[in-house]
């Protein structure tokens, strides 16, 4: 079990990485690397257990097929707000709380 979560944590890593370098390539204009990252989230996010991935994934590729800058951006923003989802409840797992109906709890 250990292992999984050490596995998803470094996925997790990648995609803030991919964030960075999606930035980084709008300011470049390099909608071809944004368009493979958005193929690549579409491919490998099932395979971790993230099938809401594909869509965003799909999402950021056409965006960036388009060459839309506010499209790839909006993406961005998805996939941002989904990896901040992601590593706020690692964090409530890892000390030991949860939350329930917006509030913060301690597992007993």
Known sequence: ???AILLES???GHREDDL??????LERGDFE???RLGHNLRGNGPSYGFP??????????GAARSR???QVRDAAAEL???VAGVRGREQNHES?????????RRRT
């Open 33 to 35: 690397t944004i368009a």
């Open 20 to 25: 960075a370098t999606i930035a980084q390539s």
């Open 96 to 104: 030991g709380t949860q939350r329930i109906d917006g509030d913060e």
């Open 1 to 3: 079990m250990r292992a």
């Open 52 to 61: 809401e991935l594909a869509i965003m994934g799909e999402g950021l590729e």
């Open 10 to 12: 470094r996925f997790i």
């Open 80 to 82: 941002a707000s989904w």
């Open 68 to 70: 839309d800058v506010e």
